[in-house]
């Protein structure tokens, strides 16, 4: 019998372990779950105002019924935890469109010819081109299970919400705490073809198809600064005395797959001798995903990029330089609001190597970097609540700023069969901030003409 593979079960065993919370009887906490309509949506349908609302019979001296309020509070902390989350989620590498196979034509046999020992990159490019006339076609599987979001673990998230008017103190002091585990995890199938238009300019097209998870599972808990009377902020409780509730479980999740946003790629050689190469190009990105649902960006965006390669030997080492343009989106706002903002730019850059171990067999080693410039990011903080016995909650805070972060990639390519090639990939995270997965795993295959 064949084992189970454990990256497959790895969503399979999150999501059953979110429906287990969900579904077990808790008698000392009340539940509430959310659907999203849209999976851009979630948190708000959670923390927003048909989700984690306090309630309150307080009487004011004018006779009406005080409401608490604690929804502004909920929906600023929370939309831009939104904003950090999803515009990352939405900006994922694809695999490289790059050919395994790459031909040159050889005046004096009146052939074409291999121009490297090695087949090539997997996540990152080299100079050389595929030849006029050839054709490459690829199919790759990657999957991200996101661990922390600028160095805060996903799984344990904090967050403070306040009255309104805090700083007037009095019951107003009292505020609702939050433990917070947060999942994130995209599938993605990406099929590339590759054109050799002339024997220097080649054609590539990228179709990612996407599957995104999202889910929320909220421990909230009424902190009674300023007040005594639990009818004055509660949360609806049947098991609790008088229905007056000060702890409740807020969740909510979402799935949803299509089209991501498709990727036009022209690339020219524009040195090609001794052994080196160096070629230039641009990625054009169409905003074909829905971004509502976190399958794509929502945005035009351009990646104008230079390439250095090189063959000494069995190794064949590059460098790749691109600057990530995007346009506006939905996404880098409230997307509620039906507004748009920019999201940001992007520096990446690439150094590695092939090593071409066999006529059959090569290795590929790629240290990966980015910096993501003016993007919301995530802090952790201490939260102070005044009065006679001041408390001190762990909470988060936020603010624009620019994101650096380091991976890397090891991988292989086999020729398993003449003109055809199976790629295995593994991508790391070795430092800095942004959307992080410890590990991501690629698995693909790719034909050469």
């Known amino acids: 019998m064949q084992s189970p593979n454990p990256m497959r079960m790895k969503p399979l065993i999150s999501t059953a372990a ?3 919370v969900l579904i077990t009887p808790h008698l000392a906490v009340a539940q509430q779950i959310q659907t999203p309509g849209k999976l851009a949506t979630l948190f708000e349908d959670v923390f927003g105002p048909t989700g984690l609302v306090v309630n309150s019979e307080a009487v004011l001296p004018d006779g009406t019924t005080h409401s608490a309020h604690f929804n502004s509070a909920f929906q600023s902390n929370f939309t831009q935890f939104n904003v950090a989350l999803v515009s990352q989620l939405t900006a994922l590498p694809l695999p490289s469109p790059a050919s395994g196979f790459t031909y040159a034509f050889d005046s004096a046999t009146g052939t074409f010819r291999r121009t490297t020992r090695s087949f090539g990159p997997i ?8 030849g006029r006339g050839h054709l490459s076609v690829g199919f790759n599987y990657q999957y991200f299970s996101f661990d922390s979001l600028d160095g805060v673990d996903l799984s344990a998230v904090p967050a403070v919400f306040t009255h309104d008017d805090f700083q007037l103190g009095g019951g ?6 939050t433990a917070n585990s947060v999942e994130a995890s995209l599938t993605q199938w990406t099929g590339a073809i590759t054109y050799g238009i002339t024997d220097r300019v080649d054609v590539s097209l990228a179709v990612p198809i996407v599957r995104t998870t999202l889910s929320v599972l909220s421990n909230a808990q009424i902190q009674r600064i300023g007040t005594v009377d639990p009818a ?20 909510g999740s979402g799935t949803a797959s299509g089209v991501g946003d498709l990727i036009v790629r022209v690339k020219a050689n524009a040195l090609r001798e001794s052994g080196r190469a160096l070629a230039v190009g641009v990625d054009l990105r169409m905003p074909t995903g829905d971004e509502k649902d976190l399958l794509g960006s929502g945005a035009l965006g351009a990646k104008p990029f230079a390439v250095f390669s090189a063959s000494v030997g ?9 600057w990530q343009w995007n346009g506006r989106s939905a996404l880098a706002t409230d997307v509620r609001s039906g ?18 171990v066999s006529d059959r067999f090569s290795l590929a080693l790629d240290l990966l970097g980015q910096r993501v410039y003016d993007t919301p990011l995530l802090l952790a903080r201490s939260f102070t609540v005044g009065g006679p016995s001041p ?11 620019t994101i650096d972060a380091l991976a890397g990639s090891a991988g292989l390519k086999i020729n398993v069969a003449p003109h055809v090639l199976a790629n295995f990939n593994l991508r790391f995270s070795i430092a800095g901030g942004g959307l992080r997965d410890r ?3 690629l698995v693909g295959v790719e034909f050469g003409s």
Not at 123 to 130: V, Y
Not at 172 to 177: A, E, H, I, N, Y
Not at 391 to 401: C, E, N, P, S, V
């Open 18 to 20: 979110l429906l287990m």
């Open 123 to 130: 996540l990152a490019d080299r100079a050389e081109t595929i």
């Open 172 to 177: 107003r002091l009292d505020v609702v705490t």
């Open 232 to 251: 004055v902020h509660f949360f609806h409780d049947e098991t609790a005395k008088g229905g007056f509730g000060d702890r409740k479980q807020f969740a």
């Open 314 to 322: 069995r190794l064949s080492p590059r460098a790749n330089i691109a």
């Open 339 to 356: 507004g748009k903002g920019e999201l940001p730019d992007q520096l990446l850059y690439v150094v590695g190597t092939d090593v071409g």
């Open 391 to 401: 408390r001190t909650f762990a909470d988060i805070d936020f603010r624009k700023g």
């Open 439 to 441: 590990l991501t795993p």
